[in-house]
């Protein structure tokens, strides 16, 4: 465990949605780069659990049968400290070229 990995970032549901939420950086899986429709670069996403999110921008209903469910989030450059994003851009996987 390394000293940010209990820390929160900011993370949003969309790239370009103006209401941050907080997740801790040990709780996000699947790092990747994703460029959603309109963006206009690919953007560092992850997946984390519903149960693991905080603030207003993720407030949703969980259907009983599908909860916790996981949720793809964006972490933006600009919202989170350096090391932070740093660390989570050295999780990404590679692309595979086609």
């Not at 049968?65 to 919202?79: M, N, Q, T, W």
């Amino acid at each position: 465990m390394t000293p940010h990995d209990d820390c929160a970032i900011s993370v949003n549901v969309a790239w370009n949605d103006w209401r941050p939420a907080k997740a801790r950086l040990c709780d996000l899986r699947d790092v990747h780069w994703h460029q959603p429709k309109g963006a206009p670069h690919p953007m560092l996403h992850a997946y984390v659990s519903c149960r693991e999110i905080t603030g207003s921008a993720m407030l949703h209903q969980c259907e009983a049968a599908s909860a916790p469910h996981d949720i793809r989030v964006c972490v933006l450059k600009s919202h989170n400290i350096p090391a932070v994003y740093t660390k989570l851009v050295r999780q990404t996987k590679p692309t595979v070229a086609r």
